[in-house]
């Protein structure tokens, strides 16, 4: 700011001769806009820690660090390798000039000045710089908005999918708690995993809020299986269970096709993974492909051996629910078949963190 309060243009000159400095000075003065200045390119790099110029205005033939050097170092910092640098200088060599270009200064004005030319090119720059200020934020203000855009369509789509998974859970007689405590539970064993020598290269903090969210998505499939068999009391028929089974491959296919339109990313991959995988047993006699080991998804493992645990420890309509103890007792006896015997140990010592 000027003695009147008003916000005015700052130009740092760098000049080693007095006479050069206060030259410059005064036409800057004469313009309306502050002159700050350095004797050479150190003392220069001393300021530009304090006071943040609009436009630079060096000499290149300086003692200590000459302009070339100096406007190196600027460039190389993104904090002001945005401010235009003017090269000062007596040198006519083309040479002089592309070496200038090459470095990233924005002009090259010749000594002795000529006073119109010095203020015609500080004008000149000080309003580039200011058109470039402004498109920056109108690209940041646009960023901002699609990206809000892209997270509100995103986010629809999660609530059309929860949707859907309201009616399987509810076809499948599952209340709500199920899925939060599937969700719950997913996230805190993909933590302690995270930990281990064994999972901390595969899951990442990302990767945990993802498997959060997309866990529930496991049984969407069911939207698509009849009330009568997803209810049924009574052990399912040989066709029945084969209907039944169907889920994983219809939940799979709704999120393959959203993914295959174009909308990638993380969390319809995972949500997909899982909703096709999560039956698949470690010793490749589940379904629906018969997939064994690590050939299984790692998000598909975390959830059949969560949701196992949650649906052990929850009444159905059929038997009571188990207690902790209980359920794992029975658990232990899958691991190694249908379950990874290593995420399942560290379920076991994580087992009263669950819901």
């Not at 200038?100 to 000045?113: E, N, R, S, T, V």
């Not at 309003?127 to 498109?135: F, I, P, Q």
């Not at 903090?205 to 997803?230: F, H, K, M, Q, R």
Request: hydrophobic letters at 40%.
């Amino acid at each position: 700011m000027d003695r009147n309060g008003r916000n005015v243009s700052r130009i740092l000159i760098i000049d080693d001769v007095e006479a050069n400095r206060f030259l410059l000075r005064n036409m800057i003065e004469d313009m309306g806009y502050m002159p700050i200045l350095a004797e050479n390119g150190v003392q220069a790099l001393k300021l530009l820690e304090r006071v943040r110029p609009q436009l630079i205005i060096s000499d290149i033939a300086m003692p200590e660090m000459d302009g070339y050097e100096f406007c190196r170092i600027v460039k190389a910092n993104a904090s002001v390798r945005d401010i235009p640098v003017i090269f000062i200088s007596a040198f006519e060599e083309t040479e002089n000039i592309v070496n200038g270009f090459a470095l990233g200064g924005a002009d090259y004005i010749m000594k002795p000045f000529i006073p119109e030319v010095v203020k015609a090119r500080v004008e000149l720059h000080l309003k580039l710089n200011e058109y470039n200020r402004e498109l920056l934020e109108i690209n940041r203000q646009l960023q901002v908005s699609v990206n809000e855009q892209l997270r509100q369509i995103e986010q629809e789509k999660k609530n059309v999918l929860y949707s859907l998974t309201r009616v399987a859970r509810e076809n499948a007689s599952y209340d709500v708690e199920h899925m939060e405590r599937l969700s719950y539970d997913c996230r805190t064993l993909a933590e302690a995993m995270q930990l281990t020598e064994a999972y901390g290269s595969l899951i990442s903090d990302a990767y945990v809020e993802t498997i959060e969210i997309a866990s529930p998505l496991c049984d969407l499939g069911n939207v698509a299986i009849s009330t009568e068999i997803l209810q049924k009391a009574d052990s399912l028929e040989p066709e029945e269970r084969l209907i039944m089974q169907k889920h994983t491959e219809i939940g799979a296919r709704i999120l393959r096709d959203i993914e295959n339109n174009g909308d990638y990313n993380d969390f319809i991959h995972m949500s997909g993974d899982i909703a096709h995988y999560h039956h698949e047993h470690w010793d490749g006699s589940g379904y629906p492909c018969g997939l064994k080991g690590e050939e299984i998804p790692l998000s598909a493992q975390i959830v059949a051996i969560a949701g196992a645990y949650c649906s052990l420890t929850e009444k159905r309509t059929y038997r009571g629910a188990y207690g902790r103890e209980e359920a794992l007792a029975l658990m232990e006896k899958d691991a190694g078949s249908k379950f990874n015997p290593e995420i399942f140990r560290i379920l076991t010592k994580i087992s009263r963190q669950l819901r």
